[in-house]
């Protein structure tokens, strides 16, 4: 079965019948009754703030832009890419406004994707995008996935590194094959290297998109300091888990953290769905770091001051 015919709909039922059945606390699903009859609280994004034509041009420099869901635009000097677009066309209710359709983007030198899951490989926002997109790029596995749509991709290993005009991009470990717990999700077997995440240097700064991915100690704490991580704090087990996103922004107490896999999707119920910058701020070093950025909002990247 192909994984993107695995909708997170399909997901969040079948997952939500096996906690059911075992419950767990890292899914903080204790009063599912309650959550039954009365829909609980749910975090959202700050309104979605449009933009255009303009934010794809010439530029002195490094612009970033969350899309929503895990997807973000970065714009360094011009040179553009997006990484984990969803744009259009997911599977479960949305909370936001996309900030840009795919048929408003005038050109894209490069769309990265860190996995199949398809709140991050969108394949109608990458069907869509594809006459503007001079090359996809994700693990193997889904190069398979693009090149059997037809898309102009490729695929790398981890460790690999490829050019996007000035930015240097090097592809990093993920620990992410949650289909594999789950029977009947998929035929395949899932390995750790068809998921990955992207560390993204700039003539402006280093960019860490770590992608979905339960930690990795000896990976995701020891680093160098990025200069901004796009940052996944969601409560799941699948995830880095509230408790183990702590300890990646605490190994770079300094770094911007641009939140993302939060305040996209209408899933009261479901923990990957459900960070909440409100809780995060109140655990995390240098908690004035964290940005809660609307769709669409630009961040504008600076080096930091470097110890190490
Ligand atoms: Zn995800």
Known sequence: MNVQLVSFGLVLF???AAFAQTPSPAEGNGNRTAASVEKRYQAKAPETRPFGAAAFGSSKQ??????????????????????????EGFDMPVL??????????PRLDAVLITHGD??????????????????????????????????????????DQFS?????????????????AYPGTSKRLFKPEDCAGFWIETPDGTIWAPGDSRLIAEHHLNRPTPDAIFFDFSDSEWHFGLRNAVKVANAYPDTPLL?????????????????????????????????VLAPGEPFTLKPLKKSR
């Open 259 to 291: 939140l993302c896999h939060w305040g996209s999707v209408d899933a009261p119920d479901f923990a990957p769905f459900n960070g909440d910058p409100r809780v995060l701020s109140k655990l995390i070093v240098n908690p004035d770091r964290i940005r």
């Open 96 to 105: 936001i406004d996309m900030p840009i359709t795919p048929k408003a983007i």
């Open 118 to 159: 398809n709140d991050h490989y969108s394949v109608p926002t990458c069907r869509n995008l594809a006459p503007v997109t001079r090359a996809y790029h994700s693990t193997l596995y889904v190069d398979s996935l693009m090149k059997s749509i037809g898309l102009p991709s490729f695929g790398h290993p981890i460790g």
């Open 164 to 180: 996007v005009g000035p930015v240097r991009v090097t592809v990093t470990p993920a620990d992410h094959a949650w289909q594999n």
């Open 14 to 16: 079948s997952g939500l």
């Open 62 to 87: 490094t612009t970033v832009r969350w899309l929503g869901f895990a997807g973000f635009l970065i714009n360094s000097r011009g040179t553009t890419l997006m990484v984990d677009p969803v744009l």
